[in-house]
């Protein structure tokens, strides 16, 4: 089985991979006072609820934009499941290639997104990540990384309001029942949910004039679910985008070391021919 780890601002998600199938996954609250025992302790606890045991996990992929946790959850897996995780760092091998003017400056999670939506569904797409901040990356139909656009998350922007706003209530996020609202709570529940909505929209099809017509559109992250339910703008839902991108770059770099380890292995030719050793 195989462990694919994300860890983002809000949440880390989880997901195990027997075989090509995704089953157990979640999402935790990111915590920065957790020290690597306490994340063991919490990985083991859900294991054990979904009945896997320690010793079923043989690999591990890890992504990243919390550095200081990056090295917590490596010491776990390397503590409570005796393997060492494979990080989406520089060097490490992801089948994209990246156009921004400095591309280490691409958060990892966009990158394994980019290398997702490019096997899963091919191009040209516009990928729209709810999370901390939602971000829109643009991915060419050959799967380059072409760059995209960044806008503060929905929930950042409630709270930005709740705390310099001195009247204004602290709202759930929810969707309102009707866009006018009767109060002020109903109001700010529109005034956020239904403004993000038409920015989703808006940035989308300004994508869609310089990638073109054939854009597919792939909503993932915490939050698609609650804004999905009011928007036609996705092609494609895929809240677990990031874990089927971990997948992928594991294997595109496991095979490329069998390869180094073993030189007379004969790459499959499109003919269908088997790989044989």
Partial sequence: MLLCIDIGNTSVTLGIYEQERLGARWRLATDAKRSSDEYGLQLTGLLSHAEIGPKKIKSAA?????????GRWIEACRNFLDIEPLVVDAGVKTGVRVLYDDPKSVGADRVINAAAAHRLYGGPACIVDFGTATTFDAIAGNGDYLGGAIAPGIEIAMDALFNRAAKLPRVEL??????????????????????????????VERFRRELGAKMKVIGTGGLLDILATETKVF?????????????????LNTQQKIQKQNPRLVIARSSGDEAIS
């Fill in 62 to 70: 890890l992504g990243s934009v919390v550095p200081a946790l990056t």
């Fill in 174 to 203: 929810a969707p309102p029942p009707r866009v006018i609202g009767k109060n002020t709570a109903r109001s700010i529940g529109a005034g956020t949910f239904y403004g993000y909505i038409g920015l989703v929209e808006g940035l």
């Fill in 235 to 251: 092609d494609i839902k895929a809240p677990w985008l990031t874990l089927e991108g971990l997948k992928i770059i594991y294997e």
